[in-house]
């Protein structure tokens, strides 16, 4: 059986970092497990491979975790530690109007090429088509049984990320691994994932996005997120809709609505079609052209029983003003984890030390998206695996009197 020092299970964002920095000081002795044919699947879809790594805008506000956790991890590796180790790989980044950072090249390719080249070059070894099927206490260390052969490691890290993006290799089955270990998992949903809804007044909309804002009232709180909406065949995605999905409950079908022209209060927008009504003989679909998208114009009229070529009257003004400021949309469900970018839900805190490392298990640390943690839409949750990964190898490091 093949001796290292330490095992990464998963080839992802924060396997990959981790090795880095492991590999930068133990040289050999590191390899990265992945039952891929080849590491970074997902990284390279990061950002619409542009590779969204990080947004200037920290705050813990961004994550859903237990917030000690949270604060611990960002505050051993904050974003400008981890931004600058990607330097001294080489990667350079910037960021765009929305704080988003990027490697320059805006794309997600270069920085995996240049994580890889890192810890290929300190000795580590990547051992791809190599699913882990079991991780068992041996000895000083763990016996790693994998599809490519039966490992021993004094350390394991694991990083085999959570449910979300099963075509890139994260199906959830890594979590059998940990379970059998005695960790338990909270209930896994998928999150940053377009919305299924009752599109029986949008479904001609399909391909169109448009600036919008998605509401769902949670209790006292008024949930809102604005941004790119965008009307797909069963519902709505973009931007908004990602990050709403972040946030209501997994419980369907929920009443949300859509703002549309959010930049306009609907007093305004109720004065502007008034007036226009009243300027001169305008019929109702007439009076919506140039307002909003003519599809949506001639949806919001089916919506309120006004027949396109009705006289648009003062009346007709309020009615259509009022739609288009609270127009209801009833999701139903979301696209699942294969269109998801995160899993929500993963190894809880409580079973992790503050350094990462498993509180059942001596020599077994978490990372990433296998933990119960999740970022918004924006960078958050590549910020989050590398935050992560260098916690757990720092703590790694220090384990092994390194
Ligand atoms: C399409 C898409 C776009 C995204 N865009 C962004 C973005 O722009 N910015 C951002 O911050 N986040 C983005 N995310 C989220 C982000 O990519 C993940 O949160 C992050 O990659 C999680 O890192 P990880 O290392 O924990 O897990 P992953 O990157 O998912 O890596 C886990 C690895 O473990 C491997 N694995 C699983 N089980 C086993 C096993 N049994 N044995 C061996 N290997 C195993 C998997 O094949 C995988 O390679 C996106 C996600 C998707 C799906």
Request: some cysteine; glycine content about 10%.
């Amino acid at each position: 059986m093949k001796q290292y020092r330490v095992i990464i299970i998963g080839g992802g964002a924060s396997g990959m970092f981790a090795a880095t920095l492991l590999g930068k000081t133990l040289g050999g002795g590191v390899a990265v497990v992945e039952r891929n044919d080849r590491v970074g699947k997902k990284l390279l879809a990061t950002g619409n491979g542009q590779g969204n790594i990080g947004n200037r805008d920290f705050s813990l506000s961004h994550y859903r975790g237990e917030e000690t956790l949270l604060s611990a991890v960002f505050s051993q590796a904050p974003q400008q530690k981890n931004l600058a180790h990607l330097q001294a790989l080489g990667v350079l980044s910037s960021f765009d109007e929305r704080g988003r950072i990027y490697p320059l090249s805006r794309q997600a390719s270069s920085a995996l090429e240049l994580i890889r080249r890192a810890y290929l070059n300190s000795g580590v070894e990547e051992i791809v088509n190599a699913e882990v099927t079991a991780v068992k206490p041996s000895g000083k260390g763990f016996a790693v049984h994998t599809k490519a052969g039966d490992f021993f490691a004094e350390k394991v890290v694991f990083a085999a990320g959570g449910k979300a993006g099963n075509g890139f290799g994260t199906d959830g089955s890594a979590f059998a691994l940990v379970r059998a270990i005695g960790h338990s998992v909270t209930p896994l949903s998928p999150s940053l994932v377009a919305l299924k809804a009752d599109t029986a007044y949008l479904k001609n909309l399909k391909g169109v996005r448009m600036e919008a804002a998605l509401s769902y009232r949670c209790g006292k709180t008024q949930l809102v997120e604005r941004g790119d909406v965008l009307f797909t065949d069963n519902g709505v995605s973009g931007d908004s809709a990602f990050r709403l999905s972040a946030r209501i409950p997994q419980a369907f079908p929920l009443s949300c609505t859509i703002e549309f022209l959010p930049d306009i209060e609907k007093d305004a927008l109720i004065a502007l079609l008034t007036e226009k009504a009243s300027a001169q003989t305008f019929t109702a679909l007439e009076l919506l052209v140039s307002v909003v998208h003519k599809q949506l114009a001639k949806n919001i009229l089916r919506a309120l029983k006004v027949a396109e070529n009705a006289p648009a009257t003062p009346a007709v003004a309020k009615k259509c003003a009022e739609l288009i400021k609270n127009f209801p949309l009833t999701v139903t469900g979301t696209a699942g984890f294969g269109g998801a970018q995160v899993t929500k839900g993963g190894v809880p805190a409580s079973e992790v030390t503050l350094n990462l490392e498993s509180k059942l298990q001596k020599g077994l640390y978490l990372c990433g998206e296998a933990l119960d943690v999740d970022g918004d839409c924006g960078g958050y949750n590549l910020q989050w695996a590398f935050a992560s990964a260098t916690v757990a190898a720092e703590e790694v490091l220090k384990s092994l009197g390194v």
